[in-house]
């Protein structure tokens, strides 16, 4: 028998409740596609609140240690992260910490789901976000702190740039190293998958240095490393077969996301474009509920949900695990369990098709039948 052991962390509010369904489904999934051959072998590591308790730490040594030297890959459940003060967000601690720098997001349509959109069915891209750099990086000065002062000050008297002495500062560092790995990243997938294009999004009309800067490393990217088997869209021929590399202005790509989806495949964007626009995008389809995710590095590869700890419903057995689910499915392909995964995916959609959803998808689905977190993950087994 062929044995892969995942790493994974529960996470806080509902993520107890989402992980417990996401493993049964992923196992049943493995056993459906491989009669047991294959099998996950799954060992929890700890962070959060549950680490905090047992250990006193959010992230225990032990646990960074176990990610660093053993994991190539993990399933994680949301992490609190506090709005305006106390600890850094867990969840950008364990990018930057093991540097994850391709926030990947496939966002696609699952009918059945009642949708903003007149036509979600056009909806099927995957956003790589820059997962590491931009105003993430998290360099800031508190306003009227000695930092920022010193900061203002130095600006003023070497630059000769003004800036009101009491504001707060932050810092937007993008490198060319960083960008051109994030749309290397892209374009392989792009190239793997036989998608249409790979769209730069950026904000570069303003920020001409570092959201410009990732433009245009991003066609230089392109260029140099994949030559005939990409092209720029101005140079596309009608029906052209090589990846098209174009680019779009960030709220313009908004716009076009909405009135013209189909046009759009892949999206490789800095970290806070990506941030909002993957939220915008899941919301068009169903919401985050329904919307996987993953973070990669060389080394480790982390599967996450992508939508809060909802402590409003915690322990109530209400919440969606869909989310984790489908990125349960993502590491079952990124390990090249590949039947496993479109397994899982179809499973889901054939739940959803069967109208016995969670409470989230249950209020806009007509005719639909109202269920619980755990009794979805019975449907979704129920349905290899």
């Not at 995942?6 to 509902?14: A, M, P, Q, R």
Request: charged share 25%; net charge negative.
């Amino acid at each position: 028998m062929e044995t892969k052991k995942v790493y994974f962390i529960e996470g806080d509010g509902v993520g107890p409740e989402v992980m417990r369904v996401a493993r049964l489904v992923l196992d049943r999934a493995v056993q459906q596609a491989y009669a047991g051959q294959k099998q996950l072998l799954w060992e929890e590591v700890l962070a959060g609140e549950k680490a905090r308790q047992k250990t006193g730490h959010s992230l225990p040594k032990e646990s960074l240690m176990t990610l660093r030297e053993e994991a190539s890959v993990a399933l994680k459940g949301p992490l609190t992260t506090p709005v305006g003060s106390g600890f850094r967000s867990l969840n950008v601690a364990l990018r930057q910490m093991f540097d994850l720098f391709a926030c990947i997001r496939p966002i696609r349509y699952f009918p059945g789901v009642v949708s903003p959109l007149k036509c979600p069915e056009l909806v099927d891209m995957v956003v790589f976000r820059e997962n590491t750099e931009d105003v993430y990086a998290g360099i800031e000065w508190e306003a009227k702190s000695p930092e920022a002062e010193k900061v203002i000050a130095f600006l003023r008297k070497e630059l000769g740039i003004e800036i009101d002495p009491a504001a707060a500062l932050g810092l937007k560092p993008m490198t060319e190293s960083g960008s051109k790995r994030l749309v290397r990243k892209a374009i392989e997938y792009g190239l793997k998958k036989n998608r249409r294009s790979v769209t730069l999004v950026h904000k570069g009309n303003i920020m001409k240095y570092t959201e410009g800067g990732f433009r245009r490393w991003g066609y230089e990217l392109a260029e140099r490393e994949f030559g005939g088997r990409c092209v720029r869209e101005e140079q596309a021929a009608p029906g052209e077969e090589r990846l098209v590399i174009k680019d779009r202005i960030a709220d313009n790509m908004f716009q076009q996301a909405l009135i013209n989806p189909r046009d759009y495949d892949l999206i490789a964007t800095s970290n806070l474009n990506g941030d909002y626009l993957s939220d915008a995008l899941a919301a068009q389809v169903g919401g985050l509920g329904l919307a996987p995710g993953a973070n990669i590095g060389d080394s480790l590869a982390l599967f996450e949900a992508t939508h809060g700890t909802a402590p409003d419903i915690a322990g109530r057995d209400r919440v969606n695990p869909s989310s984790l689910i489908l990125s349960g499915g993502m590491l079952l392909e990124h390990l090249g369990w590949d039947e496993a995964a479109a397994i899982t995916v179809a499973s889901v959609e054939k739940a959803i098709r069967e109208g016995r959803v969670t409470a989230d998808l249950a209020r806009g689905m007509p005719g639909s039948q109202e269920c619980g977190c755990r009794e979805f993950g019975d449907c979704v087994c129920g349905c290899m």
